[in-house]
Structures are given as C-alpha cells and as structure tokens.
C-alpha cells in the first residue's frame, strides 16, 4: 500500500455544501508573449523617445519628463495588437494613435501651464519622433515574432465542433493568421457528409458522442464550440462530456452561460469567442503567479533548510527505507508528475490501487504519525515548486489510482487539473482535509477547487497560507 497525500487533503465531516465564494474579480490576459509585447510597443516607444530627447537637450532625465512619460504611457497602454495589418496600415495607425494621444497631452498641458517645463525642441522634435519610433518598434517585433513564438514550444493543437459557417470562418482565419499558436486537426459534427462543406478541405474527425474519445486521442488543447444557440440541450451534453477532460473549452456563438470557468470575451485570429473552462494563469496572471511561488518557496526553503535536515536525519534513522517518498500524481492538464514526501509510512508503493490512510493505519511510522499531524513531511514539495511542478495554492495532487476512480464518478473531475496542483488549497482550508472516504466529500473537495479557478487573485492565495498555517497550528484531522 501507499503512502497517501493529506495535508490540507481530505474532509472534516461535512456535507457537501456549496463553496464560500472567495472574493476578488477574475482577470483575463492575453496567451503568449507576442501579444503581450504588443500591448507594449506603442507606450514605451513613446516613453523613451521623450527620455532619448531629455538625454539629448537637457544632459539628464528630469523629474518633468519623468512626470510626462508616466502620464502618456497610462493614456496610451495598453497599445493595439495590429503585427497583422499591412506596413502601410501600420504606419498609418501609428500617425493617427499619436495624433489623439499628443492632442490631449497638449490641452493637458496648456491647461495646467505644465506645457512651460519642457524646451520648445524638446515637444517639436517628440511630435515626429514618438510615432516613428512606435512604427519602428513595431516592424522590429513583427521581424521577432517567429523567434518569440518558438519560445512557447509547438502549437496548440484544437478543434471546431460545428463545421457550420461561423465555424469554417473560426478555421479560414485560424489558417490564415501568421501569428497563431493553434493548430487545427480537424471539426466534429453531428450531421451527415453530405449537408456538410467538406470541400475546403478540413478534416472530419467524428461525431459529438465520440468527441471526448477524439479530445484524449489528439491531444487537443483548444475547443471551440461554434453551435447555433436553439441547440442549447445539444450544447449543454458537449460540455457535460468534455468535463472528463483538460482542454480549454470557448464558444464561438453569442450566447449566455451560466456556469463558466474564467469565463471572459476573447479573440482568436480576429474571431470573437467566449471562454466557458480555461486557466485563470494567462499571461499576466500566469507571471504573478510563478513570481510568487518562487520567491515564497525559496525564502521558505532557506528559513526551514535546519529543519529538513533534521528530518531527513531522524527519518533515516527511525526506521528502514527511502527518506524522500516519491508519488505519481497528476499535475497541469493532466500530465503526471512526480511528488515529494518525508516518508512517513513502512511502505512506498505506488501502484495502481492506493489505499488511504487512516485514522490508526499499522503503516505509518511512529515519526510518521507526527509528521502527518503537523503536515511536516510536506516540506519536500516546496521543491517541487521550484520544479515548476507545483503552485503553493492551488487544487491538492491526488494519486493517480485516485483521479481514474473519481473522473469516472464525479463530473468535472479533471477541470481541476487547468491549474497546478497546491501544497494547499481552498479548499483545505474550508474543512476538506484528510481522508475522503465517501463520494460526496470528495464532490466537495471538487467543488471549492473549481470556485478557486473561478475567483483566483493573488489575494485570495494569500489568504489561503495564512488560514493554512493557522489550521495546521491547530487541526488534528490528518492521519
């Protein structure tokens, strides 16, 4: 038998009521580092071609310019995503953009009298400077662009269910955009060959009942649903069958839902879509969060270094076998991983049936038994943060035993792996901690980890290691 996970990991006995909603607005960014320099050309094309002309004119930067570029980079962030458009179209939006900036700079100035701290030169030469230099930034990005998007690895493989006409537009500009991360495999539809345009030449992978086979099979990422909106019974069986899997899930047709992950409008190739299941870390988000977990973990890991010592020393002594447990888990999109443990039990298996541990379990450890108390053994998975495996916060890493039994049993299951697993998690600190021993608390479990992907923000991650502490202080329910 196995060692199993528990900290923050399993249930005090309550009902599966419905999550404390956890406050904060859920926040949208953009999904790779291209377009996110975009957002930035214009602005900071601006700010330092006026801090070139302070160099120039006055020797230094001074505190005015300091103040003005401040003031133009929030009027004018966050830029335009135009590396599509033509030279001539770029250019032109350049001239027109600064035009409507530099104008409200001017009545800025003048109403204030701040337009008499800047030398005549100075504000003559930055009304040229500043756009041309925006359309150089801009030509310079559009040059980078396929060494920026080799960086983010290979495209993300997606597909269109409906191969109707707004479905087909989604693929034309999917195919046409020079830009895209997206591969398209192919269109599912539930219709007959002949009512279909199958001459342009995509691919028909098969029918709606098959389609979370298809999405396993593939290894698709990205699911655009483009279905009329009078098929809402047909929409809502979709969506209850790709709950089994990790794959973003977006609609291409305007229409209201209710129960969304991160739900927000979006563009792809210049199509509007709106997501229903998608990871709160894009870009920004994505960055703040990593940032934290590193910087958190390394000055635990310094702070704590004594302990782990100690640890490992008294594990290695008190009683035979490994002094670091290593378990399968699943992590990010269902990919498995491996986590990190003091052991604490006499055995390390990790096989296809895993047994957790209980209330008086003859396999754990005298040693063991207070590490699992006081949530000690988890230390090691502080690294595995490091590793880029884990998030301090986030949905607790069941074995993987564990995730094939309850994705069978719970809908939704498998939506919790859009993020990385947690050392802790919402819903640990709301009372799921320690053994799940029946369906309906593991559905809470799942419940408040899905609100977590609904409402994240740095604040709310926050809140969750302090009451962690504090739980862990205090909670005996882990065994």
Request: glycine residues 8%; contains cysteine.
């Amino acid at each position: 038998m196995p060692e199993s996970s528990h900290l923050m990991d399993g249930p005090v006995a309550l009902p599966s009521a419905a999550p404390k909603r956890p406050a904060g607005p859920s926040t949208a960014g953009n999904d790779n580092l291209l377009s996110q320099l975009e957002a930035f050309v214009g602005p900071v094309a601006y700010v330092l071609s006026l801090w070139a002309l302070s160099q120039y004119f006055e020797g230094a930067i001074r505190p005015q310019y300091l103040v003005l570029s401040l003031v133009t980079f929030a009027i004018s962030f966050p830029g335009a995503a135009r590396l599509q458009a033509s030279v001539a179209s770029l250019a032109g939006e350049s001239v027109v953009n600064w035009a409507w900036t530099a104008s409200l700079l001017l009545l800025m100035g003048w109403v204030t009298g701040y337009i008499n701290a800047f030398p005549e030169p100075v504000l003559y030469t930055w009304l040229w400077l500043a756009p041309l230099g925006k359309f150089g930034a801009a030509v310079a990005l559009r040059s980078m662009a396929p060494t920026l998007l080799s960086w983010h690895g290979p495209a993300q493989r997606a597909l269109i269910v409906g191969m109707n006409e707004q479905g087909l537009a989604l693929a034309n500009s999917i195919n046409a955009s020079a830009y895209c991360r997206i591969k398209l495999i192919g269109f599912v539809d539930n219709r007959s060959d002949e009512r279909l345009d199958t001459n342009q030449g995509y691919a028909l992978l098969g029918k709606h009942e098959q389609l979370a086979d298809i999405v396993r099979k593939h290894n698709i990422k990205l699911i655009y649903l483009s279905l009329p909106m009078a098929s809402q019974p047909r929409i809502l069986h979709v969506l209850d069958e790709l709950k089994d899997t990790t794959a973003s899930i977006y609609f291409v047709p305007d229409m209201f839902v209710t129960d969304l992950i991160q739900g927000r409008a979006a563009a792809v190739c210049g199509t509007s879509v709106i997501s229903v299941c998608e990871t709160p870390f894009k870009a920004a988000n994505g960055t703040v969060k990593r940032i934290s977990d590193v910087v958190f973990s390394l000055v635990i890991l310094l702070l704590i270094f004594p302990i782990l010592l100690a640890i490992a020393a008294a594990v290695k002594w008190t009683s035979p076998g490994p002094i670091i447990f290593k378990q399968r888990r699943y992590g990010l999109d269902g990919e498995e991983i491996l986590v990190y443990k003091f052991r604490s039990m006499s055995v390390t298996e990790d096989g296809g049936t895993i047994q957790q541990a209980q209330k008086n379990d003859t396999r754990i450890t005298p040693l063991g038994a207070f590490l699992r108390r006081t949530s000690l053994d988890e230390l090691p998975q502080f690294v595995n943060v490091l590793q880029g495996r884990m998030s301090i916060v986030g949905p607790r890493p069941h074995a993987v035993a564990h995730n094939e039994l309850y994705r069978k049993l719970i809908k939704g299951y498998m939506v919790r792996h859009k993020v990385k697993p947690g050392i802790t998690g919402w819903a640990q600190v709301n009372g799921y901690r320690g053994e799940t021993d029946t369906l309906d608390k593991m559905q809470g479990r799942i419940d408040y980890d899905l609100d977590y992907l609904r409402h994240w923000s740095l604040q709310l991650d926050i809140d969750i290691i302090i009451k962690t502490v504090r739980l862990v202080l205090k909670d005996q329910k882990a065994y």
